[in-house]
C-alpha cells in the first residue's frame, strides 16, 4: 500500500473518529465551539503523530526484540503519557503563550484513545516508520478535519430553533458525517 493511500485512506475512509470510534470523548466534549476544536485538532495532531513513531520505534527496537510484545500496551499508555508531560513542561518554560492557548487540551490528550488507537494499528497493520508517521499524521489530520466540521455544524444548529438540541442531536449529526466520510472508500 502506497503512502498517498495510506494517508487518503486514514483520513477519509478509516477514520479514527468515524469509522474506528476512537476519540469519541473529545470529539462530543469539546466539538461545541470551532476555535475549541481548532486547539484540541491541533494539540492531537503533534501528540499523536511523535507518540506514534515513539512508540513504533520501542515496539521493534525493545519489545520485539527481547519478546517482550505482551507488554505492548502500558509500555504505549506510558510513552503517551510522558510525551505529553514533557511536551506540556517544555510548551509552559519555552513557549508560554501556546501553553496558555492550549490550555486544558494537552492533559486531556493522555486520556485520548485515537492516540493510543493510532499507535496500536500502526503496528498491528506491520507498517515500516515512514508508513506509521504516515499512517499517524494522516489520522490526526482525519481527527482534526471531522472535529472541525463537527463543530462548524454544532455552532449552526445550537443557533437555530429545533426539536432535537444538545447530544441527541450531535449524534445524528455523527452517524449521517459517518456515512458520507464511509462513502470516499470507493475512490481508492
Known amino acids: 500500500m502506497g503512502l498517498i493511500s495510506i494517508a487518503f485512506s486514514a483520513i477519509l475512509v478509516q477514520n479514527v473518529i468515524l469509522s474506528r470510534f476512537l476519540g469519541i470523548c473529545p470529539f462530543l466534549g469539546v466539538s461545541n465551539k470551532s476555535k475549541s476544536s481548532i486547539g484540541m485538532g491541533l494539540a492531537v495532531v503533534f501528540v499523536i503523530t511523535l507518540s506514534s513513531v515513539v512508540s513504533w520505534l520501542i515496539y521493534y527496537y525493545l519489545l520485539d526484540a527481547f519478546s517482550m510484545t505482551y ?3 502500558i509500555v504505549f499508555i506510558l510513552v503517551i503519557a510522558s510525551l505529553v508531560q514533557i511536551i506540556e513542561m517544555f510548551l509552559k518554560k519555552f513557549i508560554p503563550s501556546l501553553y496558555k492557548a492550549l490550555g486544558i487540551y494537552l492533559p486531556l490528550i493522555t486520556t485520548n484513545c485515537a492516540v493510543l488507537g ?71
Open 118 to 188: 493510532v499507535a496500536t494499528l500502526s503496528i498491528d497493520n506491520s507498517y515500516n516508520l515512514l508508513e506509521t508517521l504516515t499512517f499517524a499524521f494522516a489520522s490526526s489530520v482525519g481527527f482534526l478535519l471531522v472535529i472541525y466540521i463537527f463543530s462548524t455544524l454544532r455552532e449552526k444548529m445550537n443557533r437555530t430553533e429545533n426539536s432535537f438540541s444538545g447530544i441527541p442531536i450531535a449524534l445524528i449529526t455523527a452517524g449521517i458525517m459517518a456515512m458520507i466520510f464511509a462513502r470516499f472508500a470507493g475512490v481508492i
Open 71 to 73: 507488554m505492548r500496551t
